[in-house]
């Protein structure tokens, strides 16, 4: 594949994704579409510069998006104790 179909490839899963992130009401639905939308950035700035600084970057987003993936697991399972839900239209007040 050249770099003009994997750019397109990862412009096509990131509009995708942020659809999906906006239509869907699941707050674990909204975690998997941003999950799919780092995955996306990380295909379009490995096909665009395909150097080694891009594919360390990658690597670097890879390990953000795991710990990006934990907290908000731990959040949501936090959210579904606390409302007995995890439907983003069901949360009304947070309080800190």
Excluded: D
Excluded at 51 to 73: D, K, N, R, T
């Amino acid at each position: 594949m050249s770099a003009y179909n994997l750019a397109s490839l990862a412009f096509l899963l990131f509009a995708l994704a942020a659809a999906g992130f906006l239509t869907c009401g699941s707050l674990v639905r909204m975690l998997m579409f941003l999950e799919l939308m780092l995955n996306a950035a990380n295909i379009a700035l490995v096909a665009l510069n395909p150097l080694p600084a891009s594919q360390a970057y990658a690597v670097m987003i890879f390990a953000i998006a795991a710990a990006e993936a934990g907290v908000g697991l731990a959040i949501l399972i936090t959210l579904s104790a606390n409302f007995k839900t995890l439907q983003a239209g069901n949360i009304k007040e947070l309080k800190g």
